[in-house]
């Protein structure tokens, strides 16, 4: 059984500054991992899936990194901007092959505030 | 290239009431998958479709089903409604080809907001 983790749970910080957003899983047989923003009421927004045999995924400000055989992977965001303010979820497919089909375990989501 | 559209957005009902939710895909995806958000248990796995056919099944009660039509549009059903079943509820679609080294990529819809009261 997948399980997923993130830590921080919420996270403050003044606008400009970098920071990273952990994520952990127990199964490491996974194809990949995605991250996604959700902003209040609204559903998910995907910025970045990182196959397996990738370590790093970038995408503007943002960098994924993958590392299966510790089960984590880390969101770097640059320069963080108020805009950026979201909970951010990290999901991994539940299992090998068929038996993850369409079907993600997510995290508990880091809520990040970014200060003007 | 137009998303994942979900209708309706909002909707209210009374216990005992069932509802139906619509999920349209992005065009060329013919993996649908349906997922229930709350405050308390975050983001629950429903069920899956693949051309027409459920794939996946997450642990809820035969309450709450599901269906692919040939466009691969999808329609999800929940029976005799409770309070508890309250939720935003998202659909996702990808290619659904879950080959190493493919894509596998999810995208969401804005989500059905339930309300039963």
């Known amino acids: 059984k997948q399980e997923v983790t993130q830590i921080p749970a919420a996270l403050s910080v003044p606008e400009g500054e970098n920071l990273v957003l952990n994520c952990s899983f127990t199964?490491?047989?996974?194809?990949?991992l995605q991250w996604f923003r959700q902003d209040p009421g609204k559903g998910l927004t995907s910025l970045l899936l990182?196959?397996?045999?990738?370590r790093e995924q970038t995408s503007g400000r943002l960098n994924a990194s993958l590392d299966k055989s510790s089960g984590r992977s880390t969101l770097y965001i640059a320069a963080s901007q108020p805009g950026d303010s979201a909970t951010y979820l990290c999901?991994?497919?539940?299992?090998?092959?068929?038996?993850?089909?369409?079907?993600?375990?997510f995290g508990q989501g880091t809520i990040l505030t970014v200060h003007p | 290239k137009a998303g994942v559209t979900q209708t309706p957005r909002y909707l209210i009902k009374t216990r005992g009431q069932q509802v139906t939710l619509s999920c349209s895909p992005i065009?060329?995806?013919?993996?649908v998958s349906w997922y229930q958000q709350t405050p308390g248990q975050g983001l629950q796995f429903l069920f899956e479709?693949?051309?027409?056919?459920?794939?996946n099944k997450g642990n809820f009660p035969g309450r709450f089903s599901g269906r692919q039509f040939s466009n691969s549009r999808s329609e999800m059903n929940v029976s005799t409604l409770e309070l508890g079943d309250s939720a935003l509820y998202l659909c996702?679609?990808?290619?659904?080809?879950?080959?190493?080294?493919?894509?596998?990529?999810?995208?969401f819809g804005e989500g059905s907001r339930l309300t039963v009261l």
């Open positions: 065009s060329g995806h013919r993996s």
């Open positions: 990182i196959q397996s045999s990738q």
């Open positions: 479709y693949f051309s027409e056919t459920q794939r």
């Open positions: 999901a991994a497919p539940h299992g090998a092959g068929g038996t993850s089909y369409g079907k993600l375990t």
């Open positions: 199964d490491s047989a996974i194809y990949n």
């Open positions: 996702a679609s990808s290619l659904g080809d879950m080959r190493p080294g493919l894509s596998g990529e999810l995208f």
